[in-house]
């Protein structure tokens, strides 16, 4: 059975950075963002402002 996928966009403060990225684990992805655990990303994203979601990642 296929995962399911989501492509995700985060945003940091107004009119700054946005950043687009693919998961399968969404909720942990974003939580990863906004603790800063995500490697070489030092971007300050850390608001879910869109989210879409794949049968199949």
């Known amino acids: 059975m296929p995962k399911p996928g989501y492509t995700y966009v985060l945003a ?3 009119r700054g950075t946005l950043y ?3 998961t399968s ?3 942990g992805r974003v ?3 906004i603790q800063g655990l995500v490697e070489g990303l030092g971007y300050g994203v ?3 402002v869109y989210y879409e979601q794949y049968d199949d990642i």
């Open 12 to 14: 940091g403060k107004k």
């Open 20 to 22: 687009i990225g693919v």
């Open 25 to 27: 684990a969404l909720v």
């Open 31 to 33: 939580w990863k963002h």
């Open 46 to 48: 850390y608001r879910l």
